[in-house]
T-cell receptor, first 115, second 112 residues
């Protein structure tokens, strides 16, 4: 089975800190995604990457950056964390060859609290 | 808004009953997907239905798609306590090859 692993289940950070959220997938997927999930809003795409070193902005990229130096790893970076970035962060990937908006495999999520 | 709309927002039923959740959208789709999310966890893919399909089954799950009404339904038959979760529909954004538009979800509670 595909496994998407997010490095932390829970994180508590202070305003202004630089925060790294790591995601690793083990199935050689080309496409990887970062979403944030807030109650009542569904999932919103922050960034996605379709290849190593390639990235595209999603709906809400402001305040975030990403890094994809290796195919299996996609990192989300909060340059200077703010309280409005308190949220559940979900990493996902999907299979190569097909459309990027087909079946996604998700990690377990990271609940980030910024104080 | 281009978001999918799901209803009901919350549904509470007795174990053994059937649960139906609906998803409506506004623009044309290539496919529509349903996902389940247990509390505080990641999402798990359930079913993908393409625009030229009307119905798909997977175990106790049945998904229908009516493109003329721009709506889809997820039916869970003979519900179990383990089906307690939030259920989300996601559809591709017209003109985009990567964007999925997510609904806000239906929270399903199965009472023993």
């Amino acid at each position: 089975d595909v496994k998407v692993t997010q490095s932390s289940r829970y994180l508590v950070k202070r305003t202004g800190e630089k925060v790294f959220l790591e995601c690793v997938q083990d199935m050689d997927h080309e496409n990887m995604f970062w979403y944030r999930q807030d109650p009542g809003l569904g999932l919103r795409l922050i960034y996605f990457s379709y290849d190593v070193k390639m990235k595209e902005k999603g709906d809400i990229p402001e305040g975030y950056s990403v890094s994809r130096e290796k195919k299996e790893r996609f990192s989300l970076i909060l340059e200077s964390a703010s309280t409005n970035q308190t949220s559940m962060y979900l990493c996902a990937s999907n299979a190569p060859g097909g459309s990027t908006n087909e079946k996604l495999f998700f990690g377990s999520g990271t609940q980030l609290s910024v104080l | 808004s281009q978001q999918g709309e799901e209803d009901p927002q919350a549904l509470s039923i007795q174990e053994g009953e059937n649960a139906t959740m609906n998803c409506s959208y506004k623009t044309s789709i290539n496919n529509l997907q349903w996902y389940r999310q247990n509390s505080g966890r990641g999402l798990v893919h359930l079913i993908l239905i393409r625009s030229n399909e009307r119905e798909k089954h997977s175990g106790r799950l049945r998904v229908t798609l009516d493109t003329s009404k721009k709506s889809s339904s997820l039916l869970i038959t003979a519900s179990r306590a383990a089906d307690t979760a939030s259920y989300f529909c996601a559809r591709n954004l017209e003109g985009s090859n990567y964007q999925l538009i997510w609904g806000a979800g239906t929270k399903l509670i199965i009472k023993p």
